[in-house]
């Protein structure tokens, strides 16, 4: 059964929605509604991609990555979220430590409520 803060892979559509890709996305909340949808965030091993103090990065030496099922330092897109049907969703390949998901909604919370990173 998939969870908040399980780490899956799905079919992780492109902005101009000119296709999708199969990449490991988190899983930030399972959205109320007749179908099973969920709100997730993007997951890169791009990491020359990462915003400073927006984005975080895991590394294999970071104590949450043996969890995550990730196979490479990563990461963690504050910006790109998306709503995925469960039917792109893969299936499961690991959990992201509490603290560091609480670590990522609150820098979430932070751009929501103010627009910007503080």
């Known amino acids: 059964m998939i969870q908040r803060a399980d780490i ?4 992780f559509p492109f902005v101009d929605q000119a296709g999708s890709k199969i990449r490991p996305v988190l899983i930030l909340a399972e959205i109320p509604g007749p179908h099973r949808d969920f709100l997730v ?3 890169s ?6 915003l400073p103090g927006i984005d975080l990065i895991v590394s294999p030496a970071h104590p949450a990555f043996a969890h995550t099922g990730l196979k ?3 990461v ?9 049907s469960q039917a792109l969703v893969l299936g499961p390949i ?5 603290d560091v998901f609480h670590v990522l909604i609150d820098r979430l ?3 929501l409520r103010t627009g910007r990173m503080s």
């Open 72 to 74: 490479t330092a990563s």
């Open 45 to 50: 091993s791009q990491l020359h991609q990462a």
């Open 109 to 111: 919370i932070c751009l």
């Open 94 to 98: 690991g959990h992201l430590d509490d």
């Open 8 to 11: 899956v892979l799905a079919r």
């Open 41 to 43: 965030m993007f997951i």
């Open 76 to 84: 963690f897109k504050v910006f790109k979220i998306a709503s995925l």
